[in-house]
């Protein structure tokens, strides 16, 4: 059964600096794999999918790369500001017809 | 922009009660998706439907059923509402282009 894990559960960094938040799952044979944010209180708004043959999406200062093998993703913020505080969930589909598994989220502050 | 709607954001309910949480998506999406969240157990999938009156169950489906009679609207029913109940529901559908949209959630009190 594949397991998302999100590590660390919590994160804290002042404003401008550059930051990594990671996700791996146990069952490298994803279809992809998709980084959302939320914030309190709130829905997910979706970041980035990455589809299982591509090795990383951008928008904007996110970055997210996918290494199937390793079972391993990664989203990277630019010059993260206090308006990026909320918690990022990463989560994987393992066919086109299978729901979504989630991690539990890593919750992000940046301090001004 | 795809647009996913929750009936309530709020809802307080008391034990035993039946109650209706409705979901309504504005793009066509196939995909249908009812979780639950709770502090320090993530997102759980209660139920999902890949089509109008095709349901499956997720990962919690007891004390719970889904109606999708058409494509755009997704209900989930507590049958006898209890107080482990109470939880942040969310909605969320997908299409083709396979990035999954939530709605902005119902927060439930089971009194």
């Known amino acids: 059964k594949q397991e998302v894990t999100q590590i660390p559960a919590a994160l804290s960094v002042p404003e401008g600096e550059n930051l990594v938040l990671n996700c791996s799952f146990t069952?490298?044979?994803?279809?992809?794999l998709q980084w959302f944010r939320q914030d309190p209180g709130k829905g997910l708004t979706s970041l980035l999918l990455i589809q299982s043959s591509q090795r990383e999406q951008t928008s904007g200062r996110l970055n997210a790369s996918l290494d199937k093998s390793s079972g391993r993703s990664t989203l990277y913020i630019a010059a993260s500001q206090p308006g990026d505080s909320a918690t990022y969930l990463c989560?994987?589909?393992?066919?086109?017809?299978?729901?979504?598994?989630f991690g539990k989220g890593t919750r992000l502050s940046v301090i001004a | 922009d795809v647009k996913v709607t929750q009936s309530s954001r709020y809802l307080v309910k008391r034990t035993g009660e039946k109650v209706f949480l409705e979901c309504v998506q504005d793009m066509d999406h196939e995909n249908m998706f009812w979780y639950r969240q709770d502090p320090g157990l993530g997102l759980r999938l209660i139920y999902f439907?890949?089509?109008?009156?095709?349901?499956e169950k997720g990962d919690i489906p007891e004390g719970y059923s889904v109606s999708r009679e058409k494509k755009e609207r997704f209900s989930l029913i507590l049958e006898s509402a209890s107080t482990n109940q109470t939880s942040m529901y969310l909605c969320a559908s997908m299409g083709y282009q396979e990035t999954q949209y939530f709605g902005p959630g119902t927060r439930l009190l089971v009194l």
């Open positions: 069952d490298s044979a994803i279809y992809n």
């Open positions: 439907s890949y089509d109008v009156k095709m349901k």
């Open positions: 989560a994987v589909r393992n066919s086109g017809n299978t729901p979504l598994v």
